[in-house]
Each structure stands twice: as structure tokens, then as C-alpha cells.
Antibody
Framework: EVQLVESGGGVVRPGGSLRLSCGAS????????MNWVRQVPGKGLEWVSG????????GYVDSVKGRFTISRDNAKNSLYLQMNSLRAEDTALYYC????????????????WGHGILVTVSA | EIVLTQSPGTLSLSPGERATLSCRAS???????LAWYQQKPGQAPRLLIY???NRATGVPDRFSGSGSGTDFTLTISRLEPEDFAVYYC??????????FGQGTRLDIK
């Protein structure tokens, strides 16, 4: 059974940093691209970042470029999102999602999602 | 950036009725790169349709997708009580500008 479990969320002050993790199980992790998608509670979905199977190619939404860094450790079956210079508008539920049917690329349909982890940026 | 506009914002229907949800792209995209998701309160989104018209594993055949270019449609042929949820379209044609529609809420009438 495919499982994605996010961790590392919490409350942080504006300008602070957090590192999100996503532990994967039930599939061959390094066969798949992985993404982070966020959702302000009660609002819509927003793509944040994606990384290919090797960790060599990545993309970011413009609003997080230069502040967030996506990475992965295939030996540990884990995906990460380092978030620096956090702003109030980064407050959201962050989902880890697997990219299906894309041959390891970071862009494609999301066939499995984690349950999400809440990040709150507040003074 | 490719903007996806979903309509209507809210759709109120009764079980057994047919639902038609629209997703319009601000520029043409290949139908291979358009997906639909269902999200229920307190849950993560669930993949329904990918490549515009392919049902994901385990998705009932009352769900179907169609469209090309800038206009895409998700149809639910006969609504079941568990289908009332929020639906999002998603384009991954532009790899550096992946976007979602704002969602359509399907309510019980």
C-alpha cells in the first residue's frame, strides 16, 4: 500500500525557517517524481514545487523561488522542503504528492497524496 | 502562466442527476496534461481523471472526462451521495508553471 506521511510543520514567526519531510513507503521511491502542493484551509490548491526521480531537476512556483528548496534522499525514501524567509502568506496545509505515469519527471498527475501537514506563519 | 477557470463555482444538484463541470484554460494545452481531482472535507484530493479522459484506478465509470485545447469537462452521469465534494482541474503541460483551477463545489440540492 502506497503511503506518504508528512512531518515537520508547526508555527513559525515571519522570516523564520521550517523543514518539511515526507516519508514514502509501499512503492519504489526512486522511480517517481515528487511534488509539494499547498492549500490554505477553505481555499484551493496551489502547486509549490516538484523534483524528478534523481533530484536533478526541480521546479518552483514564482512566489517561493529563492526561499524554498526541494530535495530528496532516495536511500531514505524521503522528500523534503526547506522553507526559509517564511511569510504569512505561506500559511497553509502542505501536501506531499507522487507523480504518476511520468517516467520519473517532476510534472504529471498526482496519483497519491499524503494527509498534509499544517504550517502557520504568525508573529 | 496558464490560468484554469472552473465553472460554475457552485453546482447544486440532487442524487441521480447528471453533473457537468467545466475547466477552461487561458491558452491551449495538450489533453495529455489535464487531470481532475475530487476533495472531500478533511481529506486529501483524490485523482479521478488524467490525460483529460482516462479514469484513475478504482474510479467508478459514472465519472468521465473530455475536452481538448482550452475547454475540458468532467461529467458525473448519475450522482451518488458520496459524489458531493469539491472538484479541481489541474494542468501540467507547462512544467514550470503547474496550475490548478479554483474548484467547483458540488452541493446536494
Amino acid at each position: 500500500e502506497v503511503q506518504l506521511v508528512e512531518s515537520g510543520g508547526g508555527v513559525v514567526r515571519p522570516g523564520g525557517s521550517l523543514r518539511l519531510s515526507c516519508g514514502a513507503s509501499g512503492f519504489t521511491f526512486d522511480d517517481y517524481g515528487m511534488n509539494w502542493v499547498r492549500q490554505v484551509p477553505g481555499k484551493g490548491l496551489e502547486w509549490v514545487s516538484g523534483v524528478d526521480w534523481r533530484g536533478s531537476s526541480a521546479g518552483y512556483v514564482d512566489s517561493v523561488k529563492g526561499r524554498f528548496t526541494i530535495s530528496r534522499d532516495n536511500a531514505k525514501n524521503s522528500l523534503y522542503l526547506q522553507m526559509n524567509s517564511l511569510r504569512a502568506e505561506d500559511t497553509a496545509l502542505y501536501y506531499c504528492a507522487r507523480v504518476g505515469g511520468a517516467g520519473g519527471l517532476y510534472y504529471g498527475r498526482y496519483d497519491f497524496w499524503g494527509h498534509g501537514i499544517l504550517v502557520t506563519v504568525s508573529a | 502562466e496558464i490560468v484554469l477557470t472552473q465553472s460554475p463555482g457552485t453546482l447544486s444538484l440532487s442524487p441521480g442527476e447528471r453533473a457537468t463541470l467545466s475547466c477552461r484554460a487561458s491558452q491551449g494545452i495538450s489533453s495529455n496534461y489535464l487531470a481532475w481531482y475530487q476533495q472531500k472535507p478533511g481529506q486529501a484530493p483524490r485523482l479521478l481523471i488524467y490525460g483529460s479522459s482516462n479514469r484513475a484506478t478504482g474510479v467508478p465509470d459514472r465519472f468521465s472526462g473530455s475536452g481538448s485545447g482550452t475547454d475540458f469537462t468532467l461529467t458525473i452521469s448519475r450522482l451518488e451521495p458520496e459524489d458531493f465534494a469539491v472538484y479541481y482541474c489541474h494542468q501540467y503541460f507547462s512544467s514550470s508553471r503547474i496550475t490548478f483551477g479554483q474548484g467547483t463545489r458540488l452541493d446536494i440540492k
